[in-house]
C-alpha cells in the first residue's frame, strides 16, 4: 500500500496490537486492533472481535484505506464506531456502509451530525459489540457530542480527539470545565488500558508538555524516547494510561508542580487546566 502521508513510517506499517484479557471479565472475546494511518497524521483502528467474527472501523477518516486493510486480512468490515462528527472521524462513513452495509455506531448527542447513524449511544451505555462489550463515556469538550468506547476486557479505550497521548484536543466546542470532567473520566479507568487515540502528535505534544511540567522526570524521560521512535519512523500510538497519567499535563492540572509552573499555585484544577490549554492552543514549537 503507498504510503497515505509524509511522515516516516505512515502507510505501509500495520502492526497488530495483542491485548490482553482482565482478570474475571465475562463475557469475553480479545479484540485485535490494527493502527491505519491515513491523511496527514490520522489513525483509523480496526477492532476485529473473532468470536462473531466482526469487524469495526473506529473513527474512519477515509474508506478505501480501512476497506483495503480488512480485506486484505479476510475480514468483513460489519461496523463503523465514530467519536465524534468531524471530518477526518466520519469522511468514510458513506462511502463504507455502502459497500459493505455495516451498521454506525456513534454519539446520540450529535445524531444529526454523523452521517449514516444507525445506533445512537451515550454516557453510561454499554454497547455489545459482538462478545465485546464497551461501556461508552460522554466527554465532551472537543466538540460538544463528543464520546469514548472504553472495552474493559480488552483494555481498549478509543477516545477519538479528546485524549492524545501527552495532550488533549482543541477546545472547539466546549468549555475548559467540561473537559477537564470528561478527562476525569478517562484518567479513572486502569493504568493498563491502550489509549487507541485518533492522532499521531505525541512529538508535538511533548515539546509543549515539558514546558509546563518541566520538574518532571519521568515526562522528560518519555520526550526523549518519542524522538528517537519518530526519527526511526515508529508511531507511538497507542500508549499505556499509566504513563498517561503521569506525564500528560492535561491529565496533570491538579499537580501543584503544574500549576506553579504556569503561575497558578494555589489555583483550581480547571483554572490550571484552562492555562495549560490556552498555552498550547499558541505555542509554537
Ligand atoms: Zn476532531
Ligand atoms: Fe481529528
Known amino acids: 500500500m503507498a504510503p497515505a502521508n509524509g511522515w516516516p513510517g505512515s502507510g505501509a506499517v500495520l502492526d497488530s496490537v495483542s491485548i490482553p484479557f482482565a482478570a474475571g471479565y465475562v463475557p469475553m472475546s480479545q479484540l485485535e ?34 476497506l483495503a486493510e480488512a480485506e486484505r486480512r479476510g475480514w468483513a468490515i460489519t461496523h463503523i464506531l465514530n467519536t465524534h462528527h468531524h471530518g477526518d472521524h466520519t469522511g468514510g462513513n458513506r462511502e463504507i456502509k455502502a459497500a459493505t452495509g455495516c451498521t454506525i455506531v456513534g454519539p446520540r448527542a450529535d445524531r444529526d451530525r454523523i452521517p449514516g447513524i444507525d445506533i445512537e449511544v451515550g454516557d453510561g451505555d454499554a454497547y455489545d459489540f459482538g462478545n465485546a462489550r464497551a461501556e461508552v463515556f460522554d466527554v465532551p469538550g472537543h466538540t460538544r457530542g463528543h464520546i469514548a468506547y472504553w472495552f474493559a476486557g480488552s483494555d481498549a479505550l478509543f477516545c477519538g480527539d479528546t485524549l492524545f497521548l501527552l495532550g488533549c484536543g482543541r477546545l472547539f466546542e466546549g468549555t475548559p470545565a467540561q473537559m477537564w470532567t470528561s ?86 484544577p480547571v483554572e490550571v ?11 509554537r514549537g
Open 183 to 268: 478527562l476525569g473520566k478517562l484518567r479513572a479507568l486502569p493504568d493498563s488500558a491502550n489509549v487507541y487515540c485518533a492522532h499521531e502528535y505525541t512529538q508535538a505534544n511533548a515539546r509543549f508538555a515539558v514546558t509546563v511540567d518541566p520538574a518532571n522526570a519521568d515526562l522528560t524521560a518519555r520526550a526523549a524516547e518519542i524522538d528517537r521512535m519518530r526519527a526511526a519512523g515508529i508511531a507511538t500510538v497507542p500508549g499505556k494510561l499509566g504513563v498517561e497519567k503521569r506525564t500528560n499535563p492535561f491529565l496533570r492540572a491538579d499537580d501543584a508542580g503544574v500549576a506553579a509552573t504556569v503561575g497558578l499555585a494555589g489555583g483550581s
Open 33 to 66: 486492533v490494527v493502527r491505519i494511518p491515513v491523511l496527514n497524521d490520522n489513525y483509523v483502528w480496526l477492532a476485529h472481535e473473532p468470536a462473531q467474527n466482526l469487524t469495526a472501523a473506529v473513527d474512519p477518516a477515509v474508506a478505501d484505506a480501512p
Open 273 to 283: 487546566f484552562a492555562e495549560v490549554r490556552q498555552r498550547k492552543d499558541v505555542f
